[in-house]
């Protein structure tokens, strides 16, 4: 059966032959399963994606929560230090770090207001706050 088959189609026929000692080709055995591979690798690959998607929207929404807790915080502690005296104060808190802006009467207001948060953090901190 070898020799017919290596006569007949030439040894590149004979390597490529998953079973020489018959006639079955790869599509009549199905080898090696290209297609319940593929799905399988598919699925495994998709569903790693989701899973790692899913865990990167939760850390968003963990870090995202935490910058608005610290900027409530900071927020709280400048109007205590200032005795209030940082109008329309927003403070923004993000990876960079923290911006203060507003606006007060006095250029020791807004040291205190960024006296208030360096006590408070070590993170980078911009002043914007704008002295009337």
Known sequence: MDHDLNHQHGAQALADHPFPDTDLSFREVGYP??????????????????????????AREQRLK??????????????????????????????RG????????????????????MALTRKKLVNRIEVE
């Open 66 to 95: 935490k910058e608005g807790r610290l900027a409530q915080e900071f927020k709280a502690a400048v109007k205590k230090r200032t005795y209030n005296g940082v109008h329309q104060l927003k403070v923004t808190v993000d990876r």
């Open 98 to 117: 923290i911006r203060l802006e507003g606006r007060c009467e006095t250029f020791y207001c807004k040291q205190l207001a960024q006296q208030a948060v």
């Open 33 to 58: 399963f290209p297609e319940a591979e593929e799905s399988v690798w598919e699925q495994e690959e998709s569903s790693d994606e989701d899973r790692l998607a899913e865990e990167r929207r939760v």
